[in-house]
């Protein structure tokens, strides 16, 4: 059993209109290991959201009444809690320092998933995909069409967590395979039933991606996983893996 | 960048006073994989318990009167509730089906940690290491002695989380490396200093972990991951992962 978490180095800066698709594959091929049947590609969301245009100069910003109020509490740009609130349909916590919400896509996360950190352009933000779900199909369709090769896509982001310290990385778009794997029903090596055994495969094929992507000052923002056999499905939603409201277990 | 998980094959059953360093080494060179300089080692929490000898015979324990009374409002077996208590410092959460503690070690998890899953006799569940930071130094100083290689170690264990659904591998013990990698005053490609940016690396390759270990009806209970630059620190516990109560952000 041996699973590899392979890098993708050497892609260029990505910008609005790239095909994601074909850059990385050229990239792997570049690299001496094109991609295979079976691989697992995980994104970071920051070069989806380039490629889709979904970034915002914070220049161009006007904050509202609410968000300055919300800015001065929290101790966060005005303009970046305007951006904030835009993509969001509630507020779960805020703190100083701290703004966390749900986005309109259902995620719950710090900030609504806005990101400052790889992206070019002084002022400019990278917004959460506006479908990841839809972004990571996209990204499957074009690598068949282009390659004839059938993979699983992630769009991964980092993201706190409730009890635990740190951030990981976690898969807020997903398509081509099942995001939790039920082993309920399954048995042990000595014969036990699982009763309790859901496991939230995607979450960790995007935490396992980050040792790679996380990893290199050089900026690689994507990995593909090798070797991990996923179940197929083409109903996968990243969604599944957020907990209903009112559901929440660990408070 | 590359990176590979190599699930650890053909273990034996392990019992109490067994040599888990000894018996990996030998499995990693039957399989043709010898440990090396720089691997990380990650061990269910299940064996380390079961050579620990930290296994309670549920036949052998008579339920207190306050674990009939919460076993009948949780639906769960009285006598393990019992143990779960004993194993407890605090209750976080009981609703029916969910009993959430905080162990005496400091985690919060589900039924104290304890797992009847890959434990064999029909009624044997197995503890939380007592100490599993202190098992994950131990193993990585047998390695030493055995072998002469250095490594970095993980004791893990499957948790639910606060607002994402399923399971997802994390670290309970961790020697020999920064838990937490801080990038904060980084700088990613364009020059951007990180201002957020504490990634739960110690979780990370635990998730990673679990993509051989949980993937395998054969039984796998322990894997490397070999090629990850970990930061080497000999100060390491994996109760840094866990957050201060009242220092929730995600509720």
Chains 1, 2 share one sequence.
């Not at 100083?96 to 609504?112: D, K």
């Not at 997903?174 to 859901?198: C, P």
């Amino acid at each position: 059993m041996r699973i590899e978490i392979i890098g993708i180095e050497g892609l260029p800066i990505i910008e609005e209109g790239d095909d994601l698709a074909a850059l990385i594959l050229e990239a792997l091929n570049s690299q001496g290991n094109p991609l295979r049947n079976g691989d697992v590609v995980v994104l970071s969301h920051v070069i989806v959201s380039r490629a889709e245009g979904r970034t915002v100069d914070l220049s161009s910003v006007e904050p509202s009444e609410i968000a300055l109020r919300y800015a001065e509490f929290t101790g966060k740009d005005p303009r970046l809690v305007e951006v904030v609130l835009s993509d969001s349909r509630a507020i779960r916590r805020m703190a100083p320092g701290v703004l966390i919400t749900e986005t309109w896509q259902g995620f719950v996360c710090a900030n609504s998933g806005v990101d400052k950190s790889n992206v070019p352009g002084e002022e400019v933000v990278a917004l959460l995909p506006e479908d990841p779900d839809g972004s990571a199909r996209a990204f499957r369709d074009r690598v068949r069409e282009l390659a004839g090769i059938e993979v699983a896509a992630i769009v991964c982001d980092t993201h706190g967590r409730g009890h635990r310290d740190g951030e990981v990385n976690v898969a807020v778009g997903a398509s081509g395979f099942n995001v939790i794997r039920d082993r309920r029903g399954e048995h042990d090596l000595f014969g036990y039933e699982l009763k309790v055994k859901r496991t939230a495969v995607a979450d960790e094929l995007a935490a396992a991606a980050e040792l790679a992507i996380g990893q290199a000052d050089e900026g690689i923002p994507a990995a593909i996983i090798r070797g991990y056999a996923y179940e197929p499905s083409e109903s996968a939603s990243a969604l599944e893996l957020v907990r209903p409201r009112g559901m929440d277990l660990f408070i």
